[in-house]
């Protein structure tokens, strides 16, 4: 048990998400219990884990969530361990909602993209149709999350696209798409800042001077693809050829990246598998899957063509080690132990002056 690398998870406390100021202590050996000194509550090393307060030893609950991340139906994980299947669908819930927040944290953060893929999957759920919608970066092969929908519209588009915004920097930025035309308005509301005009009230919004917006629509015979229509709805082609060429070297523009993460998500998750009887019964646990599925491929998965040459031997990498996240290849019980620390406390806002306490908390803890 090390305190220097523990933060207080109390959300009243000024010393929140801060570790290694010496105000964290070892409470308890042998139940494994931390204590802050500035709020003086106790907390658990397994405290904002999916293990916290689960009686079921954390190895078989990180063999079970890895089964479901590499596409175990949860039919057959009830069968052969016994457990009751609400138990392994609320352990699938806290897996998700873990695997969503530390996306959120070390995902979502603005990097150069480069080139982005996104497209939609169409799932059977129970006695319905949803729509998944996903997002990739190319260079890295770093998935930058998705959103479920019962329909196939603008709202889903938005809330991808402003995820994807939440992981950009201003720049170049390709971004492929296939033929809906709700991509193209969601795409640019989404990547526009405000322009600063001099006069009073709200400032206009531009658009990215150098976003580039491809669709490729492809026409299909016989389930067959006949042809291929490129077409540069926002920028110029000779621009959008050099940003393709400089994210993926060889080739043309494509959906072809997207579409293939597209298949191993179907592999993995045992409710989009095209025939089957896994069926996704509600929308969270849909979306508690794919924050599972799509973490777990960020940073335990490594991917065939990151591979790089190390001191004259193959290094296999993660997408979230080609993206700079991390330096080494993850294990899930690795990703479920992470914790994500709280946002930073801001001192309350009250009309008058500030006591001497809260100055020096202020002094403290907001530096």
């Keep these: ?17 801060q570790s290694g100021k010496g105000h964290i202590g070892v409470h308890s050996q042998k139940e494994r219990r931390f204590i802050c000194r500035q709020c003086g509550q106790t907390f658990t090393e397994r405290t904002g884990t999916p293990f916290y307060r689960l009686r079921t030893p954390s190895e078989t609950v990180t063999l079970v969530v890895t089964l ?55 799932v059977k759920s129970q006695g319905a149709i949803v729509w998944m919608a996903m997002a990739l970066m190319i ?18 588009i938005r809330r991808l696209m402003l995820r994807v915004r939440r992981c950009a920097l201003t720049g170049r930025l390709l971004i492929c798409t296939d033929g809906l035309c709700a991509y193209v308005r969601a795409t640019r509301e989404a990547f526009r800042d405000h322009v600063a005009s001099g006069r009073r009230g709200r400032q206009p919004l531009r658009v990215w001077r150098r976003l ?15 042809e291929v229509e490129r077409r540069v709805v926002h920028g110029r082609a000779a621009q959008a050829e050099q940003a393709r060429a400089a994210s993926s070297g060889e080739g043309v523009l494509n ?78 019980r690795e990703l479920l132990c992470y914790h994500v620390p709280p946002p930073p406390w801001t001192p309350p806002k009250k009309r008058g002056r500030r006591s001497r306490e809260m100055l020096a908390l202020i002094e403290q803890w907001c530096q």
């Excluded at 949860?74 to 530390?102: K, M, N, P, S």
């Design 1 to 17: 048990m090390d305190p220097t690398q523990v933060f207080c998870p109390n959300m009243d406390c000024p010393a929140r998400g």
């Design 68 to 122: 479901l991340a590499h596409g175990c139906p949860l039919q057959a994980i009830v069968a052969a361990f016994g457990f009751d299947e609400r138990t392994v669908a609320a352990w699938l819930d806290r897996a998700g909602g873990h695997c969503h927040a530390v996306h959120e944290h070390l995902v979502e953060t603005p990097r150069r993209l480069g080139q982005v893929q996104a497209d939609e999957l169409r």
């Design 139 to 156: 260079p890295t092969r770093l998935w930058l999350g998705g959103a479920v929908s019962p329909q196939r519209d603008l709202s889903l």
């Design 212 to 226: 580039l917006i491809v669709q490729v629509v492809k026409r299909y015979d016989n389930r067959r693809v006949v």
């Design 255 to 332: 959906t072809a990246y997207i579409e293939r993460l597209n298949g191993t998500f179907r592999e993995r998750l045992a409710s989009l598998a095209r025939r089957t009887r896994a069926l996704a019964r509600t929308l969270p646990r849909l979306e508690a899957g794919m924050w599972l599925v799509g973490t777990v491929y960020n940073f335990c998965t490594p991917h065939a063509s990151l591979r790089e040459m190390a001191a004259k031997a193959v290094r296999d990498r993660t997408p979230a080690m080609a993206a700079g996240i991390t330096r080494r290849c993850w294990s899930v």
